[in-house]
């Protein structure tokens, strides 16, 4: 049996373990990468190549015109989800579905992806946390964020 002093010693030993991890996990740890093969590289592929048929890639003209002209066009997707039809760079289209995963991630978490996307285009963007926030109250339809998608290329 554990004297109490065990017992005691055992605590401070975890709460010291605890403030040890604190200390070492860095202050902005959404990792866009590494979410990204978490949540999205199961249909987009790693890289954001795409699949034909199943995800658009996400290295394309679009997102590269998003990063330069509405950046929020990439986290609105990502929280609404989108389906429809949407032509590609390769002249072919995709008519499918993706859920709004978003809701399952934190503004912290989405602007990390968001950045991480946009620097797959070759852009440097960072988005602060507090736009994603502000986007959450005002769902966008599937129609919606196509006429945003198609007012992005000339
Ligand atoms: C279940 C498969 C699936 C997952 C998981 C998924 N997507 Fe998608 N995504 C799609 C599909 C399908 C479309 C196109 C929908 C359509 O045809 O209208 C799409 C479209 C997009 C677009 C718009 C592309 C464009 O050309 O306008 C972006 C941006 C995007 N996804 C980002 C993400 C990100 C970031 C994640 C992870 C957080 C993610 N997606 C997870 C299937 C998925």
Redesign the pocket.
Known sequence: MMSRGAVSRTVAGSAAFLVSMLATAPAHAADGAA??SA??????QPG?VGSAG?????V?R??AA?AAKNQL??PL??LN??????A?DDGT???????P??LY?SDEE?AA??G??FALNGAEVALDPKTISDLRPKPHG?KE??AV?ES?LP
């Open positions: 979410l990204f949540n999205c590289a199961a249909c987009h954001g199943l995800a658009p890639p996400l394309s679009h997102i998003a066009y990439v997707v990502i989800g989108l389906s429809g039809q949407l590609l289209s995709i008519a499918s579905l993706m859920p995963i978003g991630l989405l992806l968001v991480y996307i599937a964020l196509r998608r992005l």
